[in-house]
């Protein structure tokens, strides 16, 4: 039971990702914040948890909101006397040519992807005593991408630029950040991929993971077994990158 007695607050965690590392965290042994800007799912996430003998608590949460993410972490605090875990799991994506970019876009992209992130790891940085661990869930868009998907891909390498840079300013302070980089996980954002859609971008069933491998990823990385880990960007793709 790595995380017995911990508390871990995952964002985006009513589906996907999210929820397979809530799921896991719980089981092992987390009391879990599910973070989550869709009420009904967060909810719905909160009871199969609960069904599942594990401690959660459902909040509605914009990442792109300072004041929201504030009270994410007040509210962990309030409710259980500490934070050892976050996963910045929440995330946006639009398919746009980018000529066809309007501030908006670029904005709602970096505010959910970017901001989000950067809004928990300062309250971490506030709040959470030594021990504790951020895992930053980035995308291989942030190493190599396709078309149609610039502003995605830009507020995924400035997220790899974030957890480099509270990687170093979070070692005083006994917080490691670390980040995870999926490759085609099997999420509705990788079917609403146009290029996906189209036949495009070809993906044979090995290339695509499962939101279990993720979460497998992530919780190493928040654990104690990757204590002197910190700074490091996962790739979690199935090797798909390796290829020649």
């Known amino acids: 039971m790595r995380f017995k007695d911990k508390v871990a607050i995952v964002t985006g965690a009513g589906s996907g990702i999210g929820l397979a590392t809530a799921r896991l965290l719980g089981a092992e042994g987390a009391r879990v914040v599910i973070a989550e800007f869709d009420e009904a799912r967060a909810k719905a996430a909160e009871n199969e948890l609960r069904d599942a003998g594990i401690d959660a608590l459902a909040l509605r949460c914009d990442v792109a909101s300072e004041g929201d993410v504030t009270r994410a972490v007040d509210a962990a605090f309030e409710r259980w006397g500490r934070l050892d875990t976050i996963v910045n799991n929440a995330g946006t994506m639009i398919f746009k040519p980018i000529e066809a970019h309007v501030e908006a876009d670029l904005l709602h992209v970096m505010r959910v992807d970017f901001f989000g992130a950067f809004w928990f790891v300062k309250q ?14 980035s995308s291989i868009h942030a190493v190599e991408t396709t078309p149609l998907v610039a502003a995605y891909a830009a507020a995924k390498s400035a997220l790899l630029s974030l957890t480099r840079s509270a990687a170093i300013e979070g070692r005083a302070k006994g917080i490691r950040v670390n980040a995870v980089l999926p490759g085609a996980i099997e999420t509705p954002m990788l079917r609403d991929n146009p290029a996906v ?21 992530i919780a190493y990385l928040a654990s104690d077994d990757a204590g002197f880990v910190t700074g490091a960007e996962l790739r979690v793709d199935g090797g798909r990158l390796a290829k020649l």
């Open 124 to 137: 971490a940085f506030l709040k959470c005593r030594p021990g504790a661990s951020i895992v930053n869930v």
């Open 197 to 217: 859609k189209s036949g495009a971008e070809h993906l044979t069933p090995g290339d695509v993971g499962r939101p279990e491998d993720l979460a497998r990823a």
